[in-house]
Nanobody, 123 residues
Framework: QVQLVESGGGLVQAGGSLRLSCAAS????????MGWYRQAPGKQRELVAT???????NYADSVKGRFTVSRDNAKNTVYLQMNSLKPEDTAVYYC?????????????????WGQGTQVTVSS
């Protein structure tokens, strides 16, 4: 089994910064792309940022220039550095990973999700 655990969320004032972490654990063979999504109340879950195995990145227009996604392959961890936070960034942030792992003696591949971490930005 594979687990993704997010951390680093919390309450911050507008203009402040937070750093989110997502650590993958379990019988992991490899991780291809990793990414961050967020979901605010009453809204659809949306893509925030992605990063491939060779560290190619992609960002939503709303966070470009303010957020930075990175990864540490040795630790199976992806990070999201969030600067210049705005109230509209308030949401539950979810980590996602394209994981190849071992289960029941076989390789399996699927997208795995963390449980989410709350980010609240006050004005």
């Amino acid at each position: 089994q594979v687990q993704l655990v997010e951390s680093g969320g919390g309450l911050v004032q507008a203009g402040g910064s937070l750093r989110l972490s997502c650590a993958a654990s379990g019988s992991i063979f490899s991780i291809n792309a990793m990414g961050w999504y967020r979901q605010a109340p009453g809204k659809q879950r949306e893509l925030v940022a992605t990063i491939t195995s060779n560290s190619s990145t992609n960002y939503a227009d709303s966070v470009k220039g303010r957020f930075t996604v990175s990864r540490d392959n040795a630790k199976n961890t992806v990070y999201l550095q969030m600067n210049s936070l705005k109230p509209e960034d308030t949401a539950v942030y979810y980590c996602n990973a394209d994981v190849t792992y071992y289960s029941a003696g076989y390789y399996q591949r699927r997208g795995s999700w963390g449980q989410g971490t709350q980010v609240t930005v006050s004005s």
